[in-house]
């Protein structure tokens, strides 16, 4: 079992740069997120999705857009790369959104913008 | 607005010697406290549930328990192989929006020595 995946592990930008970190969970899990972390500070939920179709946005949304068309796939596009964006971005995933606290984690994309 | 702290920041112990991680949470309304543990490089995994004061969750070496204020987690005689950054997030039940934000803490890194 997979569980969820994550590409690229490992991503450069240059500033004003766009690009797609992809998701895709096999577990049939209805619910998807995306989080990113940054050193001394708490995971931070950018978007999430209850469904396929149905997104929304979560603590920190700006410069960052989502989709959800498979319950499989849930990509996160970087739409202008910034510094600030500089992270490590985890999807995470589970059984429906009423556990969203339960969740199961990708091993991670970490993201350097220069 | 919910705040979760962790402590204590970083803990080393030595196998076997036992001890305990604190988070302490701010929420309107607690919906779910979560315990997750990361590994290096990795995302984190999760431990435990825990809904209401009194309550408490055990596996293997971990055990956690709820007050109405904050959240333990009890390690018991621990292996070098418990060494990880455990991760404390609380869901906070949020009128007219979503329920599905977890506020996660910065962690503890606990150490254990052989």
């Known amino acids: 079992n997979a569980g969820v995946t994550q590409t690229p592990k490992f991503q450069v930008l240059k500033t004003g740069q766009s690009m797609t970190l992809q998701c895709a969970q096999d577990?049939?899990?209805?619910?998807m997120s995306w989080y990113r972390q940054d050193p001394g500070m708490g995971l931070r939920l950018i978007h999430y999705?209850?469904?396929?179709?149905?997104?929304d946005q979560g603590e920190v949304p700006n410069g960052y857009n989502v989709s959800r068309s498979t319950t499989e796939d849930f990509p996160l596009r970087l739409l202008s790369a910034a510094p600030s964006q500089t992270s490590v971005y985890f999807c995470?995933?589970?059984?429906?959104?009423?556990?969203?606290?339960?969740?199961?984690f990708g091993e991670g994309s970490r993201l350097t913008v220069l | 607005e919910d705040q979760v702290t962790q402590s204590p920041e970083a803990l080393r112990l030595q196998e076997g010697e036992s001890s305990s991680l604190n988070c302490s949470y701010t929420v309107s309304g607690l919906r779910g406290l979560f315990w997750y543990r990361q590994d290096p490089g990795k995302g984190p995994e999760f431990l435990f549930t825990?809904?209401?004061a009194g309550e408490e969750k055990e596996k293997e070496r971990l055990k956690a328990t709820l007050t109405k204020k904050e959240s333990f987690l009890h390690i018991t005689a621990p292996k070098p192989e418990d060494s990880a950054t455990y991760l404390c997030a609380v869901q906070a039940y949020q009128s007219g929006g979503s329920n599905y934000k977890l506020t996660f803490g910065k962690g503890t890194l606990l150490t254990v020595n052989p």
């Open positions: 999705s209850v469904g396929a179709g149905i997104t």
């Open positions: 577990m049939n899990h209805e619910y």
């Open positions: 995470a995933s589970s059984w429906t959104s009423g556990r969203a606290g339960e969740l199961f």
């Open positions: 825990l809904y209401s």
